[in-house]
Nanobody, 123 residues
Framework: QVQLAESGGGLVQAGGSLRLSCAAS????????MGWFRQAPGKEREFVAA????????YGADSVKGRFTIFRDNARNTVYLQMNSLKPEDTAVYYC????????????????WGQGTQVTVSS
């Protein structure tokens, strides 16, 4: 059974940075894409970023482009989300996701989810 363990969330002031990590285990194949989604109180879960199997292709939501970077270390089965220039509107629970095969940007296309890590940005 695939397990995703997220870490790195916390409280930060606006303009600050955080790095989220997500370690995958229990996967039956090394051919998997990974992504990050977030959900703020009272809002639907939204796409943040995704990365291909090799890490050579990435996708990001318009709201985070130029501020967030997704990258992965396949030797460690870990994906990261570097978040810079954080804004109060980035406050949300951030979820790591995994799917076997090609990269995707819709939540329904992902099969496995982490439990989430809280990111709070104060103004």
């Amino acid at each position: 059974q695939v397990q995703l363990a997220e870490s790195g969330g916390g409280l930060v002031q606006a303009g600050g940075s955080l790095r989220l990590s997500c370690a995958a285990s229990g996967h039956s194949s090394s051919y998997y894409a990974m992504g990050w989604f977030r959900q703020a109180p009272g809002k639907e879960r939204e796409f943040v970023a995704a990365i291909s199997v090799s890490g050579s292709t990435t996708y990001g939501a318009d709201s985070v482009k130029g501020r967030f970077t997704i990258f992965r270390d396949n030797a460690r089965n870990t994906v990261y989300l570097q978040m810079n220039s954080l804004k109060p509107e980035d406050t949300a629970v951030y979820y790591c996701t995994l799917r076997y095969g090609a990269t995707a940007t819709r939540a329904g296309e992902y099969d496995y989810w982490g439990q989430g890590t809280q990111v709070t940005v104060s103004s």
